[in-house]
């Protein structure tokens, strides 16, 4: 067996670096957990935030855009850095600058200074992200190791949305909004300190910025998603609308353009000649798309239907945590003996039937009927899924690629989130308004006189007539979210090929990826 450009040009202290695996994947995890954990850590105190800060309700959904289109755009670029300024390195960078936006934005005063810090936050998420994924590939040999590894990230992957739904609710109950900010602090502090203690640095590559090429798609994809959501706001034919869909479309052809011509892209188009590897970028990109909504959606309707507490709230979610976990415990198992296509396909079975389930919510919906089993079928299949496509994607990848492979895999989850949220949002709008104006015509026939009063000048439906529009509109946004499961299945089973080779790698009988 031959040994890897790492092994060969360790420096004097890898050998004890080397020592701790353990200690190694729990820093790497750690900061994989707190990056994505915060992309759902606010979600719950977005109400106390707003009447905090004074955001009006428009404003108030950039405090999480902000986040995620920073973190999805700028990840490309995250790991391209890892393979040219080492991917150590380049992980503590993103964990300090994530530390600091943190601190900034639990002390902010003003809207502006909330959203400039949650942006700060994205950018130190995608610096540290993609490299975190790329060190487990060059710290763990190709084979079991790296498939456990890859498996405890993946499930940290996968969990970290619905734990951030918890800790959320746990710190905004008991503390304060601040709190869901405040608390990386201690713990990025914690793996910048342990991060060159246990983790060795890796080879480095000489190349260049595709800084052109990070611009673009980080621009294109923020104006596409802007869009969907200005759509749900003011409708398709508004003039901004329409503006934001064209220079969305002008700036990814020239993304695209410019990564077919630059020497060194962010996103090596011939990472996609491999069929199993652009598949899995369109299984992640989908199934993502879904899991935001799922999120975003349910948590709605616990708190704003069923009345639960934030704390209550976050609790919910913990049943798909386990579910997520499970799934990727027994993918990461058996996934060396019978590849990667059953899991595949298998889980986006799973995921589209747990989202037909809750097209079927309306407000006598309780949780054990309505939304527990739903999600759990939910959550085992996106477990399935997620260690999956991880190693589906980073294998047989060159070294000095790693990071851009990584990278790229990361920015479909966390773009196809962005995207399928804005796209939900869209059909939830429009389903509610609908909705809206036919409960307005029961409740004028209904309601009390004290009612009506109370309607004409607040123009806020009280419920049960509100608690119609919202659950109509979830159940209708979830549509599209099947449709998004079914082309997830559909391309693992019609791309998805799995060849002798793969197998071999996922068993440890094949030798490293040549660089």
């Keep these: 067996m031959t040994t890897s450009p790492l092994i060969q040009h360790q420096k004097p202290g890898a050998a004890r670096r080397e020592g701790h695996p353990g200690i190694a994947l729990t820093v790497i995890a750690a900061c994989q957990l707190m990056v994505v954990l915060d992309a759902t850590i606010v979600n719950i105190a977005l109400p106390h935030i707003q009447e905090s800060l004074k955001f009006s309700t428009t404003d108030l959904t950039w405090v999480v855009s902000a986040y995620t289109l920073t973190f999805g755009g700028l990840l490309l670029l995250g790991g391209r850095a890892g393979d040219i300024l080492g991917r150590r390195r380049v992980f503590m960078t993103g964990i300090l600058v994530f530390t600091l936006a943190s601190l900034l934005g639990g002390l902010a005063q003003e809207p502006w200074q909330l959203l400039a810090a949650r942006a700060l936050q994205g950018v130190g998420g995608a610096i540290a992200s993609p490299t975190s994924l790329a060190l487990i590939t060059t710290t763990f040999p190709e084979g079991p190791e790296r498939n456990r590894a890859f498996g405890v990230f993946a499930a940290v992957s996968a969990g970290g949305g619905a734990i951030g739904l918890l800790a959320g609710g746990m710190l905004t109950e008991w503390l304060d909004w601040r709190w869901v900010l405040f608390v990386n602090v201690p713990i990025g502090v914690l793996i910048a300190v342990l991060a060159p203690m246990y983790i060795s640095e890796s080879e480095r590559h000489p190349g260049r910025f595709d800084i052109a090429g990070a611009l673009t798609s980080t621009a294109g994809m923020a104006s596409l998603v802007y869009g969907f959501i200005r759509a749900a706001e003011e409708g398709w034919r508004d003039g901004l609308t329409i503006g934001s869909f064209a220079a969305a479309v002008v700036l990814l052809l020239a993304f695209g353009y410019i990564e077919s011509r630059a020497k060194e892209p962010i996103t090596p188009l011939r990472m996609f000649a491999d069929r199993n590897r652009s598949g899995t970028y369109v299984i992640m990109l989908s199934l993502a798309a879904?899991?935001?909504?799922?999120?975003?959606?349910?948590?709605?309707?616990?708190?704003?239907?069923?009345?639960?507490?934030?704390?209550?709230?976050?609790?919910?979610?913990?049943?798909?945590?386990?579910?997520?976990?499970?799934?990727?415990?027994?993918?990461?198992?058996?996934?060396?003996?019978?590849?990667?296509?059953?899991?595949?396909?298998?889980?986006?079975?799973?995921?589209?039937?747990?989202?037909?389930?809750?097209?079927?919510?309306?407000?006598?919906?309780?949780?054990?009927?309505?939304?527990?089993?739903?999600m759990l079928l939910f959550g085992f299949g996106m477990g399935l899924n997620f260690v999956t496509l991880t190693l589906t994607a980073v294998s047989g990848v060159a070294p000095h690629e790693a990071g851009a492979a990584s990278g790229l895999l990361n920015a479909t989850q966390q773009v196809g989130g962005s995207l399928g949220l804005s796209i939900l949002t869209t059909v939830f709008g429009t389903a509610s308004r609908e909705e809206g104006e036919k409960q307005v015509r029961l409740f004028m026939a209904e309601a009390s006189p004290e009612q009506k009063a109370e309607f004409a000048r607040t123009q806020q439906l009280p419920a049960p007539w509100s608690h119609e529009v919202l659950a109509h509109g979830i159940a209708t946004a979830f549509i599209p979210a099947i449709a998004m499961a079914v082309l997830a299945l559909a391309t693992a089973a019609v791309v998805i090929r799995v060849r002798k080779s793969d197998l071999d790698a996922l068993a440890g009988t094949a030798g490293p990826a040549g660089g």
């Design 290 to 374: 879904a899991m935001f909504g799922m999120f975003f959606f349910i948590v709605l309707f616990v708190q704003n239907v069923l009345r639960y507490t934030p704390i209550e709230a976050g609790l919910a979610f913990l049943p798909v945590t386990v579910a997520i976990v499970t799934g990727a415990g027994l993918s990461q198992r058996f996934l060396p003996v019978l590849g990667p296509k059953p899991f595949m396909l298998g889980g986006s079975t799973l995921v589209a039937l747990g989202l037909a389930w809750q097209t079927l919510i309306t407000p006598d919906s309780s949780y054990a009927g309505g939304v527990l089993g739903p």
